[in-house]
């Protein structure tokens, strides 16, 4: 398990700094994707005319996963797997998706989206905490990108706790969601790298749609009539975030080291801070920009410790 922790299945070398192109191009599409979602998700849960969570995680994560099964069905692709990867992808998938994104869409019905992005980025931090009880070595460049982006992340937290509105307890549900998703990465990197990328994409989603639902059963959630603007934010996040993006984030968690996937969370709030500030006016003030430009540093640190070391050159014997 170690060995597949640090390098994972199927990881190939040959783009910058060693790492596989297909993968760094779906972890692009993940940069850019989901750290749009947060505009998506706070479009789609505010105001009275907003989905309720629990439904809405049910309607996105049924819609995405059906759509993928549907899709795979009419490509000929096989759909089944064993009932140890059925468990482990209805496992990764509540603790994903349930959990983690769950969680979020509580928060934001009353965080801005911008700020509940920023409060996910410590994600790299408990994913490298399981790593190393997986046996992963804390390399010294490592550990520095790591404490820049914290860096990068605590000014920007700092410049907008103004914006929690009385509701700061909310921050620790951001922080178990952030630990649910580091979780759920895990489950998934260790024990479901061998199966169809887009299937698993597609169970895993429908497991934690049959979740939410009951969930949203049991707690009574009113039936939702949502607005216009709510519709097209739950569209977003069916198409772009469940169908292209999850896809996206499974092929880079086997294509990639964990700690360059993990990298995400801390481009997704620049992401998110953006396109809140364009669209729903969220303020950006310069100690946001100050840690922004920290993040895209801790960035590259993390990606650069991951670099494959030279091969030694021994020298060559004397002649005669």
């Given amino acids: 398990m170690a060995a597949r922790w640090r390098n994972g299945a199927g990881v190939k070398s040959g783009g910058p700094l060693g790492l596989s192109r297909a993968g760094l191009f779906h ?60 468990a482990v992808a209805a496992l990764s998938g509540v603790f994903l998706w349930v959990g983690g994104n769950g969680l979020v869409m509580v928060a934001e019905r009353h965080l801005p989206s911008g700020y509940s992005a920023l409060v996910m980025g410590g994600l790299p931090i408990w994913v490298t905490v399981i790593g190393l009880f997986s046996g992963q070595r804390l390399r010294p460049i490592l550990a520095a990108g790591m404490l ?28 178990a969601a952030s630990w649910c998703w580091a979780l759920g990465m895990s489950f998934q990197r260790w024990w479901l790298h061998t199966t169809d990328a887009q299937v698993s994409s597609a169970w895993q989603q429908i497991f934690a749609g049959a979740v939410f639902l009951v969930l949203a059963l049991v707690t ?11 519709i097209v934010g739950a569209s977003y996040l069916v198409v772009m975030g469940s169908w292209f993006a999850f896809t996206s984030f499974i092929l880079a968690t086997r294509l990639l080291p964990m700690t360059v996937v993990t990298t995400y969370s801390y481009v997704n709030p620049l992401v998110a801070v953006v396109l809140g500030s364009l669209v729903l006016g969220e303020r950006v003030t310069s100690m946001m920009a100050v840690g922004g430009f920290l993040l895209l540093v801790g960035v590259g640190a993390v990606i650069q410790s991951q670099r494959a070391p030279a091969p030694v050159q021994l020298p060559k014997p004397a002649a005669g």
């Fill in 220 to 230: 009574r959630e009113p039936v939702p009539h949502p607005g216009t603007t709510a």
């Fill in 148 to 175: 820049i982006g914290l860096g990068g992340l605590y000014f920007l937290t700092r410049s907008s706790l103004h914006l929690t509105g009385g509701h700061d307890s909310l921050i620790v549900l951001l922080v």
């Fill in 27 to 86: 972890l692009l599409v993940v940069y850019l994707v989901w750290g749009s979602t947060y505009l998506g998700i706070r479009l789609a849960v505010e105001g009275p005319h907003g989905f309720p969570p629990f439904y809405l995680g049910a309607a996105r994560m049924l819609l995405g996963g059906g759509g993928l099964l549907a899709y795979a069905l009419i490509r000929g692709r096989p759909v089944r797997f064993s009932g140890r990867d059925f």
